[in-house]
């Protein structure tokens, strides 16, 4: 099976500017995580999907949307881009809610 | 809010040498995670844990609710091994709460 995709793999951005990112999931699974990891806070949670609905936000401004399409693939969507923004987004996938997760190569955004 | 806590932060070790890496949490949890992370970020699930003692070839993971802690043990550690060890809890069914991470260096 293949892994989980992501894309794009690297994304410069500038401030005010938005980015949407996408995740395909591992065929078969139907949850979908994002995380943030930054150099200064780590790994951080910011959306779980399952079956097209959002179980869980973590906690992050309103800036930060996802969505779940019917066929499990996610993307995740950045508005009003800030410096501090600038971190790998990691997307995982499990077969549901609370399973042993597979993470994908993630998505390294500089804003600029 | 669930905190977690890992120890050490860094640690080099020799080839060979047992290696143990600690969690601890605040708040009783569903499950607990072990990732591993190698340079450039991609990760791994080594383990998933809600009790007792799971091994993996030369891993070895533990937990004990009571006590709100788990340990990671490599056996035999080898250069391969170098990479940053995560711990994450779930509780609930919130979303994962991750500790800072293990920096693990394994000398030939």
């Known amino acids: 099976k293949a892994g989980v995709t992501q894309t794009p793999r690297y994304l410069i951005k500038t401030r005010g500017q938005q980015v949407t990112l996408s995740c395909s999931p591992i065929s078969g699974h139907r949850s979908v995580s994002w995380y943030q990891q930054t150099p200064g806070q780590g790994l951080q949670f910011l959306f779980e999907?399952?079956?097209?609905?959002?179980?869980n936000k973590g906690n992050f401004p309103g800036r930060f949307s996802g969505r779940q399409f019917s066929n499990s693939r996610s993307e995740m969507n950045v508005s009003t881009l800030e410096l501090g923004d600038s971190a790998l987004y990691l997307c995982?996938?499990?077969?549901?809610?609370?399973?042993?997760?597979?993470f994908g190569p993630g998505t390294r955004l500089l804003v600029l | 809010k669930n905190e977690v806590e890992q120890s050490p932060q860094n640690l080099t070790a020799q080839e060979g040498e047992f290696i143990t890496i600690n969690c601890s949490y605040s708040v009783g949890i569903s499950a607990l995670h072990w990732l591993q992370q190698h340079p450039g970020g991609g990760i791994v699930s080594l383990f998933m844990l809600s009790s007792g003692k799971k091994k993996h070839g030369r891993l070895i993971a533990t937990i004990n609710i009571q006590e709100k802690h788990s340990s990671l043990h490599i056996t035999a550690s080898h250069p391969r091994d170098s990479a940053v060890y995560i711990c994450a809890v779930r509780a609930g069914a919130d979303g994962l709460t991750f500790g800072k991470g293990t920096h693990l260096i394994i000398q030939p």
């Open positions: 999907y399952f079956s097209e609905t959002q179980r």
């Open positions: 995982a996938s499990s077969p549901g809610p609370a399973e042993t997760q597979y």
